[in-house]
């Protein structure tokens, strides 16, 4: 029930392409959904996040879907850019409790994209 | 200011032999997390520090895994008698406070096993 499961495993899109990435989860008690940008040989990075009170965020380029019903989000990537490609992952927490913050992550995706 | 920072960056070592990572994490930081990446994965949890509380150690997948923190600061995660399963990347985490507040991650540690 703790998992996040995250697809696809990875992706290629040309330049200006919109790449989208879903996660799904089970558990109903997460409350807190980030996005973390991840380059070869360094740590991820928070890209964006959302709590289940909007269906959609946007920053940038960048936009969170969100649909409670369904225990699904997403992420898509507008007019990417090759500087795009890296690792994207979807996670998940809950505040309070005795879970503390700490992130379910998924999977990953490997974005390319191509010039 | 300096973010999170690990050391080694890097580190070979032989199958028994006991490794010890370390952490600092980014000043005034209470929350300090360990994660585990193997290579191709996500991010597993390990383990959880705030301020004086118990850590959380439930993700810590053996006895032979541990982790100190020193009030607010250093944190070390020891792994003894190491195994060739436990060649991933480590990476540690802080923020501002617990809860669903923004990680700030470390490049990590990455532990070869041979």
């Known amino acids: 029930q703790q998992q996040v499961k995250q697809s696809p495993q990875s992706l290629i899109v040309q330049k200006g392409g919109i790449p989208i990435i879903n996660c799904a989860y089970e558990?109903?008690?997460?409350?807190?959904f980030p996005w973390y940008q991840q380059f070869p040989g360094k740590g991820p990075a928070l890209l964006i996040a959302?709590?289940?009170?909007?269906s959609e965020k946007k920053e940038g380029r960048f936009t969170i879907s969100f649909n409670k019903s369904a225990k699904q989000f997403s992420l898509h990537i507008m007019d990417s850019q090759p500087g795009d490609s890296a690792t994207y992952f979807c996670?998940?927490?809950?505040?309070?409790?005795?879970?503390?913050?700490?992130?379910?992550f998924g999977q990953g995706t490997i974005l390319t994209v191509h010039p | 200011g300096a973010g999170v920072s690990q050391s080694p960056s890097n580190k070979v070592t032989e199958k028994g032999k006991d490794v010890e990572l370390r952490c600092d994490p980014i000043?005034?930081?209470?929350?300090l997390y360990w994660y585990r990446q193997r290579l191709g994965q996500g991010l597993e949890f390990l383990i959880y520090?705030?301020?004086?509380?118990?850590?959380?150690k439930s993700g810590l997948p053996s006895d032979r895994f541990s982790a100190e923190r020193t009030g607010e600061s250093v944190s070390t995660l020891t792994i003894q008698r190491t195994q060739q399963e436990d060649s991933a990347v480590y990476l540690c985490?802080?923020?501002?406070?617990?809860?669903?507040?923004?990680?700030?991650f470390g490049p990590g540690t990455r532990l070869t096993v041979t």
């Open positions: 985490a802080s923020s501002f406070r617990t809860g669903t507040h923004e990680q700030y």
């Open positions: 558990n109903t008690a997460f409350d807190y």
């Open positions: 959302i709590r289940p009170d909007v």
């Open positions: 996670a998940a927490s809950m505040d309070g409790g005795t879970s503390y913050g700490k992130l379910t």
């Open positions: 000043s005034g930081h209470t929350a």
């Open positions: 520090f705030q301020g004086n509380s118990a850590p959380d």
